[in-house]
């Protein structure tokens, strides 16, 4: 078979060629050395290339597929439009660097967690005084009984910056975000920033981890790592959800040019009389029937067309992120954060053939109350900022230009797939037992004795099917 191969090199040579896409590819040779398929081994952070040697990091193709023959047949080609065409570097071979050193760091921690308390205090002086940076934290962190009753720790508390969610604004302050937790501390830091997010580590001390890779019992080596700029990232898509509201006669509080609802100031339309809202939201939209007993009941559009109306007890919007969250549970397949993707998923609907759908990322949604709803809906984003949603309000949904960079251990499709594993367990099954040598014999002989009845006349079907 190798001498065939070799034999017809120019040929395959030349058809793979023609396949060849920069954009997809970059400069990676399709000759025969190279596999046509396979996976880079996994490597550990502190085992990872540096950054000269990145190209040893990459798969061998593109996560994204190869880019599509748009010659159809002799005569027929997709008509090229240059101003539509969109590169998208290849996710696999996405590895984090800095212009410019870090300087400050957000180290966001559970709130509430005695056992935490330990692993900040660590962490946060090797990054004041091995490293100098400046450590960011919530206010409300600091007036934890433990720290503050803590006089050994006083030298290092006094260094901190401090800040109040809803109020402060520290999006350009911030160069790495590190969590302490679980999956609710890299939501929790997705929130703080409505535009562009800086590279976040989540160590995983919680109680479920799924987003959470890295271990904490040597972080001095994984943090300098990063620091070096040494490690690959997966970008997650966040979704960009505008609310838009009757005012209703209600005022809106706004303390320090900050709405209550954790972004810039709501704008309000004093033509129409409308408040808008907007979120970017890392792992789903759910809008539910909230109290009532009612079904909730929604139209749903799809870039304006009407594609379904939702009766059941609500609807989920969510990235492929959070496609491994409530999604999952309401029966939806889970979807590598890779795939630009918007999942819907509607929660317990009184219809037998309403399924879970994917959409493209770029389509954009607008869910509202259908003139025939009993009831009003509810709606939170990431589990948080819930509010009702009457007649006349709607909630837009798009994929946002903001994704969140996930620092990975390993690689994008390594972390995620271990943390299917060890996190949902998922398809975990006993193995089936093999035959005994004596029993399997005795099959094959039952089998081979059944071909033969078989094979002795024609099978006569009747009318109602049966042999």
């Not at 190869?66 to 090229?80: D, M, R, S, W």
């Not at 969109?86 to 921690?109: C, E, F, G, Y």
Request: charged share 20%; with cysteine; glycine share 8%.
């Amino acid at each position: 078979m190798e001498q065939e191969t070799v034999s017809g090199s120019a040929e395959l040579r030349a058809e793979a060629a023609s396949y060849r896409c920069s954009a997809c590819h970059g400069d990676e040779d399709w000759g025969l050395g190279h596999p046509i398929r396979g996976r880079a081994k996994s490597r550990s952070l502190s085992a990872a290339p540096t950054l000269a040697s990145t190209r040893e990091f990459r798969r061998t193709r593109s996560l994204h597929g190869p880019c599509p023959v748009t010659t159809f047949g002799p005569k027929a080609c997709v008509l090229q439009n240059p101003q539509t065409i969109m590169h998208i570097q290849d996710p696999a071979s996405q590895r984090l660097t800095w212009n410019k050193s870090p300087k400050s760091v957000l180290v966001i921690k559970k709130i509430r967690d005695a056992s935490l308390l330990q692993p900040f205090k660590e962490l946060c002086v090797y990054l004041m005084e091995e490293n100098n940076m400046i450590v960011y934290v919530e206010k409300k962190v600091l007036e934890d009984p433990a720290i503050v009753s803590d006089d050994r720790f006083g030298p290092v508390k006094r260094k901190f910056c401090t800040f109040r969610e809803d109020y402060d604004d520290i999006s350009n302050q911030i160069d790495l975000i590190i969590c302490l937790g679980g999956d609710g501390t890299l939501l929790y830091a997705s929130s703080l920033f409505q535009g562009s997010v800086p590279p976040v580590m989540a160590f995983h001390l919680g109680s479920l981890g799924f987003l959470t890779p890295f271990n904490f019992e040597n972080f001095q080596s994984q943090v300098t790592q990063v620091i070096q700029g040494n490690a690959a990232v997966v970008l997650r898509s966040r979704l960009k959800v505008r609310v838009v509201k009757e005012l209703r006669g209600k005022k809106v509080a706004v303390p320090n040019g900050i709405s209550e609802n954790g972004v810039l100031a709501a704008a309000l339309d004093a033509e129409v009389g409308k408040q808008v809202m907007q979120y970017q939201v890392l792992n789903e939209v759910v809008i539910d029937r909230g109290p009532s007993s009612y079904l909730s009941n929604v139209d749903v559009y799809l870039d304006g067309h009407l594609i379904t109306t939702v009766q059941g007890d609500g609807v989920i919007v969510s990235t492929p992120t959070g496609s491994t969250a409530y999604a999952a549970a309401a029966g939806a397949s889970m979807i590598h954060p890779n795939v630009p993707a918007i999942m819907l998923t509607p929660i317990c609907p009184h219809s037998l053939s309403f399924r879970p759908i994917v959409v493209p990322a770029g389509v954009e949604l607008k869910i509202m109350l259908s003139p025939e709803a009993r009831n009003t809906v509810w709606v939170s984003f990431d589990g948080r900022k819930r509010q009702e949603v009457r007649h006349g309000d709607s909630i837009s949904i798009t994929t946002s230009r903001y994704p969140l960079p996930s620092i990975c251990v390993r690689d994008p499709v390594s972390d995620w797939f271990e943390s299917l594993a060890q996190c949902l367990h998922w398809n975990v099954r006993k193995k089936q037992a093999h035959f005994a040598e004596d029993e399997e014999d005795a099959h094959e002989e039952d089998g081979a004795g059944r071909a033969g009845s078989q094979a002795c006349g024609p099978a006569v079907c009747t009318r109602d099917g049966r042999t």
